[in-house]
């Protein structure tokens, strides 16, 4: 009896390890399918939301591609500016240059001021504004004297637009130099016979015989006329408004900028 009871419980034992092994077994088998069930839904998840993330990636690129066709179908060479060729050589390749080429005794250059001072606080670090005042007749050479001589004596943020002011505004009559220096006297606290000694300096000289140059060679015959890098000047008779004028100025900027290997 001893023995036999010996013998069911070892049966006992053996029959409770085998069940234990398999209830680890079966265990051990869910839990791998479970991981492998989460793994495959991951995965499909992170699939969708890569190809969603691709489509979205892809709208956005050919919206962006849109928005430069369209500007670039806006302004069409011919049509909104021409090329000037020859191109005036601006001898610099690290900034592009905007001629302004303008005249204190041109009414309508007084009133297109405000926008060329839009235009050049809006110009980006590798673009400048450079002036060039021109003399279309005798009487408009000591105007072209004066800016120069303002930006020699390093006057032109005081003078530039209250010379303007003085003639369109106040009706002031500069005919000569001379009444130019008194004005520039009283108003800036200039030195009159240092003025008047820069105003008929050569180097003044050269520079009015320069901006004549420049006039002729890029046909400039009227003002105010804007000309990007000696290369695209502005249709205005394509441009309801002077912003307008502005604006083109700014895209040719950026596309001359471009083509110049610069920041746009």
């Known amino acids: ?31 791998e399918k479970v991981v492998a069930e989460v793994k495959s ?41 021409q090329v000037i060729n020859p191109a005036w050589d601006t001898e610099t390749k690290d900034e592009v240059i905007v001629y ?3 005249s204190y005794m041109c009414a309508h250059c ?19 504004l450079v ?19 303002f930006e020699a004596m390093g006057l032109v943020e005081q003078a530039h637009e209250a010379m303007f002011t003085a003639i369109h505004q106040y009706k002031k009559q500069f005919r000569t130099i001379d009444e130019i220096a008194v004005w520039a006297a009283g108003s800036f606290g200039v030195d009159k016979d240092q003025f008047l000694s820069t105003a008929k300096s050569f180097m003044i000289d050269g520079k009015i015989r320069k901006g004549m ?7 400039v015959s009227s003002t105010p006329t804007l000309i ?18 502005i604006t083109v100025t700014q895209y040719l900027v950026g596309l001359e900028a471009g083509y110049m290997g610069l920041p746009k």
């Open 41 to 81: 839904q991951t995965e499909a998840v992170v699939a969708e939301v890569k190809d969603q993330a691709e489509a979205v990636a892809d709208t956005a690129a050919e919206a962006v591609g849109n928005v430069a066709d369209a500007v670039e179908a806006k302004y069409q060479p011919g049509i909104h500016y």
């Open 110 to 128: 007084a009133s297109f001021e405000p926008y060329m001072k839009k235009l050049e606080g809006d110009l980006p670090a590798h673009a400048k």
């Open 100 to 102: 302004e080429f303008f």
């Open 213 to 219: 140059q420049m006039m002729q060679a890029l046909g």
């Open 1 to 31: 009896m001893k023995k036999f009871t010996l013998i069911l419980s070892v049966m006992l034992i053996w029959g409770c390890s085998q069940a234990n092994d398999q209830a680890a077994e079966v265990k051990e088998q869910v839990k």
């Open 228 to 245: 990007t890098n000696g290369k695209y000047v502005p249709n205005t008779k394509a441009f309801k408004t002077r912003e307008e004028v």
């Open 131 to 149: 002036r060039i005042p021109v003399v279309f007749y005798p009487q408009w050479k000591p105007a072209a004297q004066a800016y120069y001589t």
